[in-house]
């Protein structure tokens, strides 16, 4: 597999009070010793500035994903996380400690830090899986800079999507041009902290693939600090579940939003999918011989109009979470104005040196089934094709009794059949002494999506019937509407 090393200048790391610095040759010792276990990977220059400031840090309590994020984002790294892994022993014995300890065959860049604290040393390697390569991008801006994002991504990832996140705290979609080989122009138009963010598509469905943090205007490069330090994970996983639609809801709160109001049976998915990630090892939005959320949710017969989902691993739900509110993709599924119900679905393995917990967010905007509207789907499906006719210039549809009762049993043929495909109707229509006539029939879960009907802008159609039929499916799932749109001329 090709591969490209993004290199950065650097200033030194300063190491914190109380550490020493490494003795001379310890760190080139300890990725010596490394070297013939590493098979393709690559020791990273600007991994290892970061393992090194890790390994300086005056406590010897594991490394939480919040010191990890700040670590990388003042090295200049892009890697969006990184597998931590942590060696203490004598100077002399920590070279073989390192080598002893490394198993990680599936990454392809290692970064290596090591430090002296008095008789004990300690070495840590950040180990990274890169899916993509970078040219080098400007961590330092003045307010107004414009920059361009260019990289590669590695097969078989493709359809870059890139996002970002300013000082105010809201996410942008940013367009980016190509498919493998891909660029984005970036406006910096504020002081602050950015965060520039690369997804791509795969086996696994969307993943972030890479993660920048740029200073504008002088600002901290890295995340401050949290106020306090992690809490702990609660023993009832309600609890645990809890907190995090709290988290969601304050969010929303900051930003003028609705709160998301939760749903047993989105819970109930969630927990499945978080439960199937823990069995497997792995996050991901498509595990092997599961469906997306989407997929997921039709087989539970949960209706729904669009779908949401945010991913994410670590030692409790709510680092988990705070991990999603800083990746900008993630941020923008949290603050999406469309979306109305939420799950939060939590499964972990507390037991042991290091616990984990794997958390499934899905964020859902209900079908619309006209349920809270004063006209009947058949009307408000009626009032988005005059809108269409209208938009597209077209003299509007008369309405047509005789063509509603067609369409009518029409709806309901497909919802009996569960195949929105008709046969016959056209015919029929046409026996009713017209000279034109066609059907457009689909399933949808909103009376608005009827504005895809590919008739509606044909001017020789002049008259309308149009039949609704709410009901479940196998195969499409529950409560959508099944509609049909009878034109003649």
Same mark, same amino acid.
């Given at each position: 597999?090709?591969?490209?090393?993004?290199?950065?200048?650097?200033?030194?790391?300063?190491?914190?009070?109380?550490?020493?610095?490494?003795?001379?040759?310890?760190?080139?010792?300890?990725?010596?010793?490394?070297?013939?276990?590493?098979?393709?990977?690559?020791?990273?220059?600007?991994?290892?500035?970061?393992?090194?400031?890790?390994?300086?840090?005056?406590?010897?309590?594991?490394?939480?994903?919040?010191?990890?994020?700040?670590?990388?984002?003042?090295?200049?790294?892009?890697?969006?996380?990184?597998?931590?892994?942590?060696?203490?022993?004598?100077?002399?014995?920590?070279?073989?400690?390192?080598?002893?300890?490394?198993?990680?065959?599936?990454?392809?860049?290692?970064?290596?830090?090591?430090?002296?604290?008095?008789?004990?040393?300690?070495?840590?390697?950040?180990?990274?899986?890169?899916?993509?390569?970078?040219?080098?991008?400007?961590?330092?801006?003045?307010?107004?800079?414009?920059?361009?994002?260019?990289?590669?991504?590695?097969?078989?990832?493709?359809?870059?999507?890139?996002?970002?996140?300013?000082?105010?705290?809201?996410?942008?979609?940013?367009?980016?041009?190509?498919?493998?080989?891909?660029?984005?122009?970036?406006?910096?138009?504020?002081?602050?902290?950015?965060?520039?963010?690369?997804?791509?598509?795969?086996?696994?469905?969307?993943?972030?693939?890479?993660?920048?943090?740029?200073?504008?205007?002088?600002?901290?490069?890295?995340?401050?600090?949290?106020?306090?330090?992690?809490?702990?994970?609660?023993?009832?996983?309600?609890?645990?579940?809890?907190?995090?639609?709290?988290?969601?809801?304050?969010?929303?709160?900051?930003? *003028?939003?609705? &709160? @998301?109001?939760?749903?047993?049976? =989105?819970?109930?998915? $969630?927990? #499945?999918?978080?439960? !199937? +990630? /823990?069995?497997?090892?792995?996050?991901?939005?498509?595990?092997?011989?599961?469906?997306?959320?989407?997929?997921?949710?039709?087989?539970?017969?949960?209706?729904?109009?669009?779908?949401?989902?945010?991913?994410?691993?670590?030692?409790?739900?709510?680092?988990?979470?705070?991990?999603?509110?800083?990746?900008?993709?993630?941020?923008?599924?949290?603050?999406?104005?469309?979306?109305?119900?939420?799950?939060?679905?939590?499964?972990?393995?507390?037991?042991?040196?290091?616990?984990?917990?794997?958390?499934?967010?899905?964020?859902?905007?209900?079908?619309?089934?006209?349920?809270?509207?004063?006209?009947?789907?058949?009307?408000?499906?009626?009032?988005?094709?005059?809108?269409?006719?209208?938009?597209? *210039?077209?003299? &509007? @549809?008369?309405?047509?009794?005789? =063509?509603?009762?067609? $369409?009518? #049993?029409?709806?309901? !043929? +497909? /919802?009996?059949?569960?195949?929105?495909?008709?046969?016959?109707?056209?015919?029929?229509?046409?026996?009713?002494?017209?000279?034109?006539?066609?059907?457009?029939?689909?399933?949808?879960?909103?009376?608005?999506?009827?504005?895809?009907?590919?008739?509606?802008?044909?001017?020789?159609?002049?008259?309308?019937?149009?039949?609704?039929?709410?009901?479940?499916?196998?195969?499409?799932?529950?409560?959508?509407?099944?509609?049909?749109?009878?034109?003649?001329?």
């Amino acid at each position: 597999m090709a591969r490209a090393v993004l290199l950065l200048v650097l200033s030194a790391l300063a190491a914190p009070a109380g550490a020493r610095a490494p003795p001379p040759g310890l760190e080139e010792a300890c990725q010596a010793a490394l070297q013939p276990r590493l098979g393709t990977a690559a020791i990273d220059p600007v991994l290892s500035r970061a393992a090194h400031a890790l390994a300086a840090r005056p406590s010897a309590e594991p490394v939480t994903s919040a010191q990890l994020r700040q670590a990388l984002d003042e090295a200049g790294a892009f890697d969006p996380t990184a597998t931590v892994l942590s060696v203490s022993a004598a100077a002399g014995d920590l070279p073989a400690a390192v080598a002893r300890a490394f198993r990680e065959p599936e990454i392809t860049h290692v970064g290596l830090g090591a430090a002296d604290r008095g008789g004990v040393a300690r070495a840590v390697l950040l180990l990274a899986q890169r899916q993509i390569t970078l040219e080098p991008f400007p961590r330092s801006l003045e307010p107004e800079s414009r920059a361009v994002l260019r990289g590669a991504l590695l097969p078989p990832l493709r359809g870059p999507q890139v996002f970002t996140t300013g000082p105010a705290g809201r996410p942008r979609a940013v367009a980016a041009r190509g498919d493998g080989a891909f660029e984005a122009s970036l406006a910096f138009d504020r002081a602050g902290r950015w965060l520039v963010e690369v997804l791509a598509s795969g086996p696994r469905g969307p993943q972030v693939v890479a993660l920048l943090a740029v200073s504008v205007g002088g600002a901290p490069v890295a995340a401050p600090p949290p106020a306090r330090g992690p809490r702990a994970e609660p023993a009832d996983v309600a609890e645990s579940e809890a907190q995090v639609l709290d988290a969601v809801n304050r969010l929303r709160a900051r930003h *003028g939003l609705l &709160p @998301l109001v939760p749903r047993l049976a =989105l819970r109930d998915a $969630a927990r #499945r999918h978080s439960g !199937a +990630m /823990l069995a497997q090892g792995q996050v991901a939005h498509l595990l092997p011989g599961g469906a997306d959320a989407g997929g997921r949710l039709r087989a539970a017969r949960i209706p729904f109009r669009r779908v949401l989902e945010n991913l994410a691993r670590d030692a409790t739900a709510l680092a988990a979470h705070a991990s999603l509110e800083e990746s900008p993709a993630h941020l923008a599924n949290l603050l999406s104005p469309d979306v109305e119900q939420v799950g939060i679905g939590v499964a972990r393995h507390l037991s042991g040196a290091e616990p984990v917990v794997y958390l499934t967010e899905l964020f859902v905007q209900p079908v619309d089934d006209s349920s809270e509207s004063r006209l009947r789907p058949e009307a408000r499906v009626r009032e988005v094709l005059w809108q269409e006719r209208k938009k597209r *210039g077209q003299p &509007p @549809l008369l309405a047509d009794p005789m =063509l509603d009762e067609l $369409a009518a #049993r029409a709806a309901r !043929a +497909m /919802l009996q059949a569960d195949d929105p495909g008709l046969q016959g109707f056209d015919a029929e229509a046409l026996g009713l002494r017209r000279k034109i006539a066609a059907v457009d029939s689909f399933v949808a879960s909103s009376p608005e999506l009827a504005a895809r009907s590919k008739n509606v802008g044909d001017a020789r159609l002049r008259r309308v019937g149009i039949g609704v039929a709410i009901g479940d499916s196998p195969r499409y799932g529950a409560g959508l509407l099944w509609i049909a749109a009878v034109y003649t001329d």
